[in-house]
């Protein structure tokens, strides 16, 4: 079964994105027989409180160019491009990272993947604006997974790649990123979501931070996607799948030099990270140690994350992080 929706629906209907049941396999496919062959993690959303802030602490901070506008959504161009972060209007919800993972995907063809979707019980979801088709499909907990071509922008055209009214930043931004680097994901279970993405789209573990945590490589061993969670519950009630964080890089990664720099543009250290789930508050940063327990450097492989004006919790790491062992985090041997 295929249902048809329009972009701009899709993207409103972001935060409010329900857990689904899925059909799962009983056991995971090696990863070099999966159907679909993923090439880059593309794109993210953030549901926030005043786009228009957003969109100015963002550009004041990297520099980021307008690529797109699709309604009252804004698509900011992460380094190079294509990728970008998508910027929408929370409404009356709290802010929130976005339930959405974006993939590029190798030889797209819609016909194709849109069968190897319903061939598994998966609900396709065909997108369109204008001549652009794209497609989206829930995975167990309900994150949409947004498989689009190698050269999508979120423009025009068949394959979504026309971004022909690139804004650039007013501002050249303090820090200068290059990519995105790996999403963490709260799920129920992680097990069955590893399975899940193995089977389907070919993730395969590029490193362990933890004998049960293993990092799921997307495309180039320096991406990845992390799982967490295990059918836990708060007051009786499963907890909702959630993107805990995401990730981008950036080249020269030099964790003192960096703190400085955030917080001369007003993103104040508190220490050490958040305990027991608490939230860190907005604008503020602080650095975690992963140590060999969890597969990084003797003395810890520094992680160094911020907060948005939203409290929105994101990650800065080296181009070479792999999730992996050694002080970037760039030893991935699996």
């Keep these: 079964m295929t249902a048809k929706m329009t972009r701009r629906t899709l993207l409103k209907?972001?935060?409010?994105?329900?857990?689904?049941?899925?059909?799962m396999p009983q056991s995971p496919t090696p990863a070099a027989n999966s159907p679909i062959k993923l090439r880059k993690l593309q794109h993210f959303g953030l549901n926030v409180s005043d786009v228009q802030r957003s969109v100015d602490f963002y550009?004041?901070?990297?520099?980021?160019p307008v690529q797109a506008r699709r309604g009252p959504n804004v698509?900011?161009?992460?380094?190079?491009?294509?990728?970008?972060?998508?910027?929408?209007?929370?409404?009356?919800?709290?802010?929130?990272?976005?339930?959405?993972?974006?993939?590029?995907?190798?030889n797209f063809?819609?016909?194709r993947l849109t069968k190897t979707l319903t061939d598994r019980n998966l609900i396709a979801t065909v997108i369109t604006s204008g001549d652009t088709a794209e497609l989206s499909f829930d995975d167990p907990d309900g994150i949409a997974v947004h498989l689009v071509d190698p050269s999508y922008c979120g423009g025009s055209g068949p394959l979504g790649n026309v971004c022909e009214n690139v804004e650039p930043s007013p501002n050249k931004g303090v820090?200068?990123?290059?990519?995105?680097?790996?999403?963490?994901?709260?799920?129920?279970?992680?097990?069955?979501?590893?399975a899940f993405y193995q089977e389907l789209l070919g993730l395969k573990p590029q490193a362990h931070q933890g004998p049960t945590a293993p990092v799921m490589g997307v495309g180039d061993k320096i991406q990845f996607l992390m799982f967490t969670g295990g059918g836990g519950a708060r007051g009786g009630a499963p907890r909702p799948a959630n993107i805990?964080?995401?990730?981008?890089?950036?080249?020269?990664?030099?964790?003192e030099g960096i703190l400085k720099t955030l917080e001369a543009y007003g993103i104040k250290p508190r220490g050490s990270a958040p305990t027991g789930g608490a939230a860190a508050g907005p604008l503020v940063s602080y650095v975690s140690l992963r140590m060999p327990n969890r597969g990084g450097a003797e003395g810890g492989t520094p992680e160094l994350?911020?907060?948005?004006?939203?409290?929105?919790?994101?990650?800065?790491q080296d181009v070479t992080y792999c999730g992996g062992g050694g002080i970037l985090g760039s030893v991935c041997t699996e």
């Design 75 to 106: 698509y900011l161009r992460i380094g190079a491009g294509p990728q970008f972060l998508i910027l929408s209007p929370a409404g009356s919800k709290p802010p929130s990272i976005a339930s959405l993972v974006g993939f590029t995907v190798d």
């Design 13 to 23: 209907a972001i935060p409010a994105l329900m857990i689904a049941p899925r059909s």
């Design 109 to 111: 063809n819609f016909k």
């Design 175 to 194: 820090l200068a990123l290059r990519d995105l680097s790996h999403f963490t994901i709260s799920v129920s279970n992680a097990e069955r979501s590893i």
């Design 244 to 255: 805990n964080h995401v990730c981008m890089n950036m080249e020269g990664f030099n964790v």
């Design 59 to 64: 550009q004041g901070l990297f520099g980021m």
């Design 305 to 316: 994350y911020f907060t948005d004006p939203d409290g929105l919790l994101l990650q800065l």
